[in-house]
């Protein structure tokens, strides 16, 4: 095995705006006997801890000005970083530098800024730094010689191989400086798309990820794939989210889609709900005054599909229900919380994935979702209405809703834009009874949701995700007993939908808004 070259340590350059381990970090380095450099309040800082530190202003001679906008843009800052050895030994000597060899500079906080809706335009254009990126690019890209932290979570992988070696090798100081391009490229992409936002979409679109973990396989075995974190993902999203399970395996590339859908769908409710998925359609719903309720109900709704499904859960899971989940085999359970009996129940099951969001994220929280087509990607805004749009409609029968038809119809709506085109729900209360997913035709869908639904479609509502474009479908649905319909509207063929549903005394509400999901 060839020795991997290792470079010592002997002066670091110091300039953080996440001060978050900088002081233990830095004392580490002192002990080591590595002369410290550093600007600005991170100079403050490390000399209020008691370390011995050289100002950037003493080394360059040249004070701070304009408000700390120029500080370290010098050549005897940037010299130190990008001498290359014994190359640049005699202009390095001219500009009365020293080689500066590790570089530990993390940036303003443009992103947590931008994203603050109380931000004026010129505190965000504030807080682009200038300074901190030139020196990030210039240390990775002399990392033969400079090691660059941009990230407090390296610091203890830095001291751990400085405590065993004594230096950091070529291999370290590579990895550290792809991170630290990577960093500052993520960096420049969110200032771009600010500058450039247009009402929901920029101009410019660069999306920086992270490689979360390795997957098994893609959709299918023959396919690699891994999962890639959004850098400003929120909290109580899918990359956000804690894993508790019992570590028997990790998450599949469909276990992850899967779970981004019902945990989405379950999304739609303030009471306590349940949402089971298979293959990212919601087989069996329901909102209850418990949550156990709830997700009985839900699996009730369709026992067969359950099997194997995924199941999203909108309250922290209590042992009782816990237990109920316990029943059936199930991929992955996604919810805020689990209580510390629920765990100790579910991690008896090593292959059941369980993750905890933490932070919940309402219905109509913002956000960008895009598809891969070929040679680029469409972008939309997230679908984040439903709520209340029944309630809102405009009824278009001689006979309008009853107050629980009403309530059953808001159900069914919210359940239905996260089922695929062409999409119908069936719905007792508040409980899926038949689900009908992307078929090419409204009438076949109907269809498969009435024969899930069987007796139970008698006295069931029914949500469409789009109009019906001939009254076939309707009248489907009125043979196996539905009595009360919600549509967006809008089909040339209206009236004659709108005359079947009166010829029956059926009830139907236009809400003027459609939700396709493809």
């Keep these: 095995m060839p020795i991997m070259p290792i470079m010592p340590i002997t002066t670091a350059l110091l300039s953080v705006s996440d001060k978050t381990g900088l002081l233990p970090f830095a004392a580490s380095l002192a002990q080591r006997g590595v002369h410290l450099l550093s600007s600005g309040g991170t100079a403050k800082t490390l000399a209020d801890g008691g370390l011995l530190v050289e100002t950037i202003e003493h080394y360059t001679g040249s004070p701070e000005v304009m408000g700390g906008r120029v500080k370290t843009l010098h050549p005897r800052v940037h010299g130190g970083i990008l001498c290359r050895g014994d190359i640049d030994r005699a202009d390095l000597e001219r500009l009365g530098a020293r080689e500066i060899d590790l570089v530990v500079v993390n940036l303003y906080p443009f992103e947590q800024v931008a994203s603050n809706p109380a931000?004026?335009?010129?505190?965000?254009?504030?807080?682009?730094?200038?300074?901190?990126?030139?020196?990030?690019?210039?240390?990775?890209?002399?990392?033969?010689?400079?090691?660059?932290?941009c990230d407090p979570s390296d610091y203890p992988v830095v001291l751990a191989e400085l405590a065993e070696t004594g230096a950091l090798s070529d291999a370290t100081r590579a990895a550290l400086a792809a991170k630290a391009f990577a960093h500052t490229a993520a960096y420049d992409a969110a200032i771009a798309s600010y500058l450039t936002q247009d009402g929901a979409l920029p101009r410019y679109l660069t999306l920086p990820f992270e490689r979360a973990y390795g997957l098994r396989y893609g959709e299918n075995p023959h396919q690699p794939a891994a999962f890639y974190v959004e850098r400003s993902a929120p909290p109580g999203s899918l990359a956000r989210a804690e894993s508790l399970g019992a570590g028997g395996k990790e998450l599949s590339f469909n276990n992850l889609v899967d779970t981004e859908a019902a945990l989405d769908a379950v999304r739609e409710f303030e009471a306590p709900a349940a949402v089971v998925v298979k293959h990212t359609n919601p087989c069996g719903v329901a909102v209850a005054?418990?949550?156990?309720?709830?997700?009985?109900?839900?699996?009730?709704?369709?026992?067969?599909?359950?099997?194997?499904?995924?199941?999203?859960?909108?309250?922290?899971?209590?042992?009782?229900?816990?237990?109920?989940?316990?029943?059936?085999?199930?991929?992955?359970?996604?919810?805020?919380?689990?209580?510390?009996?629920?765990?100790?129940?579910?991690?008896?099951?090593?292959?059941?994935?369980?993750?905890?969001?933490?932070?919940?994220?309402?219905?109509?929280?913002?956000?960008?979702?895009?598809?891969?087509?070929?040679?680029?990607?469409?972008?939309?805004?997230?679908?984040?209405?439903?709520?209340?749009?029944?309630?809102?409609?405009?009824?278009?029968?001689?006979?309008a809703p009853t107050e629980q038809e009403f309530?059953?119809?808001?159900?069914?709506?919210?359940?239905?834009?996260?089922?695929?085109?062409?999409?119908?729900?069936?719905?007792?209360?508040?409980?899926?009874?038949?689900?009908?997913?992307g078929q090419m035709s409204r009438v076949v869908s109907v269809q498969l949701a009435c024969e899930k639904a069987g007796e139970r479609a008698k006295g069931s509502v029914l949500a469409s995700d789009a109009f019906f474009p001939f009254p076939d479908g309707l009248e489907a649905a009125i043979r196996a007993g539905a009595t009360a319909v919600a549509q967006p509207g809008g089909s040339v063929k209206d009236p004659e939908?709108?005359?079947?549903?009166?010829?029956?005394?059926?009830?139907?509400?236009?809400?003027?808004v459609r939700h396709f999901r493809h």
Excluded at 332 to 342: G, Q, R, T
Excluded at 375 to 385: C, S
Excluded at 421 to 430: D, F, K, R, W
């Design 119 to 149: 931000s004026s335009r010129a505190h965000v254009i504030e807080n682009i730094d200038i300074g901190g990126p030139s020196m990030v690019r210039s240390a990775a890209k002399n990392h033969a010689r400079v090691a660059v932290v």
């Design 289 to 399: 005054p418990s949550l156990f309720e709830a997700y009985k109900a839900a699996r009730e709704a369709d026992p067969i599909s359950a099997f194997g499904g995924i199941v999203a859960l909108n309250r922290e899971v209590d042992e009782p229900t816990a237990r109920l989940l316990a029943e059936t085999f199930l991929e992955c359970v996604v919810a805020p919380a689990f209580s510390e009996a629920a765990l100790t129940v579910l991690r008896t099951k090593k292959n059941l994935r369980l993750l905890a969001t933490g932070t919940w994220l309402g219905a109509e929280h913002q956000a960008l979702q895009y598809k891969r087509v070929g040679g680029g990607l469409v972008v939309q805004a997230r679908d984040a209405t439903a709520g209340g749009e029944v309630s809102r409609g405009k009824v278009a029968t001689r006979r």
């Design 407 to 437: 309530r059953s119809l808001e159900f069914a709506w919210r359940v239905c834009k996260h089922v695929k085109s062409n999409a119908i729900v069936l719905a007792q209360g508040e409980v899926t009874v038949g689900v009908g997913a």
């Design 497 to 512: 939908v709108i005359a079947v549903a009166d010829a029956h005394g059926v009830a139907m509400v236009f809400t003027g």
